[in-house]
């Protein structure tokens, strides 16, 4: 893949770059500023962009707004937003779009080198890779959405579990239940969301937007 990488502090930018060059990918750009992001990412449209929240000049979000001119620009540009803070505010206007290819991970939160290749992947195919934490921080903040409303808990798990980005295979394990039975849960969700098989887009990306833009 070709990515960009936006990080203001050398070493986890330089660990990053590395990284990604030792899982066979090509780093086509760095930027150390929000404007400088704006413009790599103007550029160079790679395949997915690594990109912090709080980056100079500011030290506020000039990360997500940088990714939210990008993708005004170049709509679905794949974006996995990597940061130690939520910005509810951007990190909502960037879900409000409605397109695929968006993750959130915190900092603290990636612990191996495969979860975090798997997630930027998972996000550069048009998925998603959102931290639990920041679901949570996203969703107390939110509105009520009356489709959510009439799902199940058992549902709400399963979609919750789906924005993290995990697999009906994955949720089968977390949930101690049988992979047919997430199928199951699945397709009742994807009915009350009112997302159909005719639907353009993944279902599975169309129904967490819908859970996170809640």
Do not use: C, W
Request: net charge negative; hydrophobic share 45%.
């Amino acid at each position: 893949m070709r990515i960009v990488v936006a990080e203001d502090l050398y070493l986890l930018r330089d660990g990053l770059v590395r990284l990604l060059r030792a899982y066979g990918h090509e780093v086509v750009a760095t930027a150390t500023t929000g404007p400088e992001t704006v413009a790599v990412l103007r550029e160079h449209r790679p395949d997915v962009a690594v990109v912090d929240v709080r980056m100079p000049p500011t030290q506020t979000d000039e990360g997500l707004r940088a990714v939210l001119a990008a993708r005004r620009e170049t709509p679905g540009l794949p974006v996995l937003i990597l940061s130690q803070h939520v910005e509810q505010l951007y990190a909502r206007e960037l879900l409000a779009d409605g397109a695929s290819g968006v993750g959130y991970l915190l900092k603290d939160s990636v612990f191996e080198a495969e979860q975090f290749i798997d997630a930027l992947e998972r996000v550069a195919a048009g998925g998603t890779a959102m931290d639990p934490a920041v679901i949570s921080k996203l969703l107390t903040s939110g509105s009520p959405d009356q489709r959510l409303a009439a799902l199940t808990d058992r549902e709400r798990s399963v979609l919750e579990l789906m924005a993290e980005g995990l697999s009906n295979a994955a949720i089968a394990g977390r949930l101690f239940l049988s992979e047919s039975a997430i199928s199951k849960y699945t397709t009742s969700l994807f009915g009350k969301l009112g997302i159909s098989d005719d639907d353009t887009g993944n279902r599975r990306v169309l129904a967490v937007l819908t859970y996170l833009n809640s």
